[in-house]
C-alpha cells in the first residue's frame, strides 16, 4: 500500500484531521484490517472533547468499531486467512497505539477480539456491533461481574432472569442477544417505539423507562423469578439499583458509568471497562467461540441497526456530531467506500 490516511485527534476540543498514517505489520496475534467501514460510539466524542483516559496520547486515532476485510495476518494466527470479511473491535485508546485505533483505512486488530462476518452481512451492517457487544460480554461474563455461563449455538435453559436496563443502546441490544444466547430470561427498558425491536431481539418483556412508576412495575415483573443480575447499559442507574435492591437472587449491577454514591446499600457492583475481554476468556468465548456462527446461522443479529450519515474518514467528523446529539434504537455507521459487492 502506498500511502494511508487517518482521522487524527490531534488534541482534545479540535475536530478530527485527515492526514497519512504509518504503515502497519501485525504482531503474532494481530490481524491488519482494511476497513470499509467504522460505527461511532459515545466515547469516541467524549475523548475528541476530554482526555478522560490518563494513559492516552494525543495525537490520538479513535474508535473502536470496524468492519473490513483481512490483508495482513500475524504468525501465530490462525482463525483467519487474507481476504475474509470481518468485523473488529479496535483497542487503540486502551492500549494507546495508533495502529490500534478504528478511524483510518487499516486497523490492526487483536485476532480474539475479531470474527469472520457471513456473506449476508453487509460491512456497515457488521460495523454496528464490536464495543456494544465486547462491553456487554464483559459485564455478563466476566468473573468480576455477572459471570452468566457463556453464550452458545444451542443455549441450555437456565430457569434464571436477568434485567437489561436501556435495551436500545448499543450496549442493551447486544446484552439481549448474549444473554438469550446463555439461557437467560431478559426483561429490558426502553421507550416504547423500540420495544418491537427489542422483542425481536428476544427479550421477553419491555418497559418504558420513563414512566413514572417505572422502578415499581420492574419489581413487580421480576417477582418471583430467580434473579441472576442486571446491567446497566444507559438511562437513569439509581433505578436499576433500586430495582435490584428489592429482588430475590443475584443482587449485583454491572454498569457501563460509574456507580453513583448513593445507590441502594444491599446491591453488588462493578462498572465494566469495555476492552477489558481481551485479556481474558470472554473474548474467546464470544469473539472466537461465538460470534461468527451465530451470525451465519442467524441466531444473533446486527443491531441496533445502522444509519449511514456520512461516507469517507472525512465523513468521521460529522458522524460523530450526530451521535453526541443522540441516537434512539439505531447506530452511526460511515461507510467508507472501500467495499466490493457490499
Ligand atoms: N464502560 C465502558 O467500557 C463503556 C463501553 C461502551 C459504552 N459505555 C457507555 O454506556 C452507555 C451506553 O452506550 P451505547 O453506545 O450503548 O449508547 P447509545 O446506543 O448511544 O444509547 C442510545 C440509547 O440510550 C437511551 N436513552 C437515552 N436517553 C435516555 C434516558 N434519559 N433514559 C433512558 N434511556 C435513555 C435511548 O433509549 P430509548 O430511545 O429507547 O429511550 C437510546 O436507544 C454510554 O453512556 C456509554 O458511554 C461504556
Do not use: C, K, W
Given at each position: 500500500v502506498a500511502q494511508t490516511f487517518a482521522a487524527w485527534q490531534?488534541?482534545?476540543?479540535l475536530p478530527l484531521e485527515i492526514a497519512p498514517a504509518a504503515a502497519s505489520i501485525p504482531d503474532a496475534n494481530e490481524i491488519l484490517v482494511r476497513n470499509h467501514a467504522i460505527a461511532i460510539n459515545p466515547v469516541d466524542w467524549i475523548l475528541q472533547d476530554v482526555?478522560?483516559?490518563?494513559w492516552l496520547d494525543y495525537p490520538a486515532i479513535l474508535g473502536s468499531d470496524v468492519a473490513g476485510e483481512v490483508v495482513a495476518i500475524g504468525a501465530?494466527?490462525?482463525?483467519f486467512r487474507i481476504g475474509d470479511r470481518v468485523l473488529g473491535q479496535a483497542v487503540g485508546a486502551t492500549t494507546?497505539?495508533?495502529?490500534?485505533?478504528?478511524?483510518?483505512?487499516?486497523t490492526l486488530v487483536l485476532s480474539n477480539m475479531a470474527a469472520r462476518i457471513p456473506a449476508s452481512l453487509s460491512y456497515v451492517d457488521a460495523a454496528v456491533l464490536p464495543l456494544g457487544l465486547g462491553t456487554a460480554a464483559c459485564g455478563l461474563f466476566q468473573k468480576d461481574h455477572l459471570a452468566l455461563n457463556y453464550p452458545s449455538l444451542s443455549p441450555e435453559p437456565t430457569d434464571k432472569t436477568i434485567l437489561v436496563w436501556g435495551g436500545s443502546s448499543s450496549v442493551g441490544c447486544n446484552a439481549i442477544q448474549l444473554a438469550v444466547a446463555a439461557g437467560y430470561n431478559v426483561i429490558t427498558t426502553a421507550s416504547p417505539h423500540n420495544e418491537e425491536l427489542l422483542i425481536g431481539l428476544g427479550a421477553s418483556a419491555v418497559f418504558?423507562?420513563?414512566?413514572?412508576?417505572i422502578v415499581d412495575g420492574v419489581s413487580q415483573a421480576l417477582r418471583g423469578n430467580d434473579f441472576a443480575g442486571a446491567l446497566?447499559?444507559?438511562?437513569?442507574?439509581l433505578h436499576s439499583f433500586d430495582v435490584v435492591s428489592r429482588c430475590i437472587g443475584r443482587r449485583f449491577v454491572s454498569t457501563t458509568l460509574e456507580p453513583p454514591?448513593?445507590?441502594?446499600?444491599n446491591v453488588e457492583t462493578n462498572h465494566i471497562?469495555?476492552?477489558?475481554?481481551k485479556d481474558n476468556e470472554v473474548s474467546r468465548a464470544v469473539?472466537?467461540?461465538?460470534i461468527a456462527e451465530a451470525l451465519a446461522s442467524g441466531?444473533?443479529?446486527?443491531?441496533?441497526p445502522a444509519n449511514v450519515v456520512s461516507t469517507g474518514l472525512e465523513g468521521l467528523q460529522i458522524a460523530l456530531e450526530v451521535q453526541k446529539r443522540g441516537v434512539s434504537g439505531t447506530k452511526i455507521v460511515v461507510d467508507l467506500g472501500n467495499s466490493h459487492g457490499d
Open positions: 490531534r488534541d482534545t476540543g482526555a478522560i483516559f490518563p501465530d494466527v490462525d482463525g494507546n497505539r495508533p495502529a490500534h485505533g478504528a478511524f483510518q483505512d487499516f418504558d423507562h420513563s414512566s413514572e412508576n446497566h447499559a444507559t438511562g437513569n442507574m454514591a448513593n445507590r441502594a446499600g471497562f469495555a476492552t477489558s475481554l469473539y472466537v467461540d461465538f441466531q444473533f443479529r446486527a443491531a441496533p
